[in-house]
């Protein structure tokens, strides 16, 4: 928001007149009909504007003056910029064909774009996940199952459990932020890879798989917050150094196997998760596909330590989106504390 100096005298050309016409029975009371077209009315009308004028001049002292005490402290005006943003470009429900768009593209709307990059439009969707720890009296009512669980997995001690919970739900974000470290159960968030429909899920699975070369996967960061401790010591006295970046890595599953591909990071204008922008990543080589998401078909779905060898997405038991899961991408070891 800007900062509006105030102005020395407020009054416009039609205050001023009628302050004028006002002061006419006191100094010229013979003179009772100063309509337009009097001669002394022409007066009247020509003094005001040449006063209207001189105030013009006299409430640009304030802000002549702060941007004299600006430039006193080394700070100047800065020079014209275009506007940025993040936009969201998706084909069309029925589209199954890959389409690249090569930058600089238009974007028309009601204010016109263009694009910075080179951007890879897959016939898929991206919802976030979270595993969410269960709260205490989630755990006392699931207790008698998770010793179950214990007992059929022949496991050392009883499975903690989580809640699989989609960050971002009808669009809607928490406005506390996310804990990642204190507040999900493996450190990570899940990006859900979704066709439109059930039966397009092969489709995208070429799509994502690049059929004319190793496609390409955009994704929008936005932080909520500031967070102090992404700050190193300061370099000197005059100032902070550079925000530190966030240490997380950028996987993807592979078809019917826990295990993940690394993700090359392409472009990162965040600068490490520190500020909002886009982390293009490159689709890694091999089969990409999701494990399986129904304990039907693996009895461990969903389950695993919180980081390494055997980590899975989350299961998600929702069948209308279950079915469309074509693939998972995760960001893990996230070194701070809420985004």
């Known amino acids: 928001m800007p900062l509006i100096p105030p102005a020395l005298d407020d009054r416009s050309y039609d205050d001023l007149v009628q302050d004028l016409l006002a002061n006419i029975p006191a100094h010229t009371p013979e003179w009772t009909n100063p309509q337009p077209g009097d001669p002394g009315r022409t007066l009247v009308e020509l003094f005001a504007w040449l006063a209207d004028t001189i105030l013009y001049r006299a409430n640009l002292i304030p802000e002549k003056q702060r941007i004299a005490f600006l430039r006193l402290l080394g700070q100047t005006m800065q020079p014209a910029a275009a506007a940025t943003g993040m936009l969201a470009l998706s084909l069309g429900p029925s589209s199954l064909t890959p389409v690249g768009i090569v930058a600089p593209a238009k974007v028309t709307g009601p204010v016109n774009f263009e694009t910075l990059g080179e951007i890879d439009l897959l016939p898929v969707t991206g919802q976030a996940y979270i595993k969410v720890p269960l709260t205490k009296a989630q ?121 993940f591909a690394t993700m090359k990071i392409f472009s990162d204008t965040t600068q490490g998760l520190t500020q909002p922008g886009i982390v293009q990543l490159q689709v890694p080589n091999g089969k990409i596909g999701a494990p399986a998401n129904n304990v039907l078909q693996d009895p461990k779905a969903g389950v695993g330590p919180p980081t390494g060898v055997g980590l899975k997405p989350p299961r998600i038991d929702d069948t209308s989106i279950a079915s469309r899961l074509a693939g998972s991408v995760y960001a893990a070891r996230l070194a701070t504390s809420s985004v």
């Open 139 to 259: 755990r006392a009512s699931s207790l008698q199952l998770r010793t179950g669980l214990k007992t059929l997995y022949g496991l050392k001690s009883i499975p903690t459990g989580y809640t699989t919970t989609a960050l971002f739900a009808n669009n809607q974000g928490d406005p506390n932020g996310i804990d990642l470290l204190n507040g999900t159960s493996d450190k990570s968030i899940w990006l859900a890879l979704l066709a439109s429909t059930p039966q397009n899920k092969a489709a995208a699975l070429s799509a994502l798989s690049g059929p004319f070369g190793q496609a390409t996967v955009n994704i929008g960061f936005v932080p909520m917050l500031s967070v102090p401790g992404l700050y190193p010591v300061p370099q000197s006295y005059t100032g902070a150094g550079t925000p530190a970046e966030v240490d997380a890595t950028w996987q993807m599953t592979l078809d019917g196997s826990p295990n």
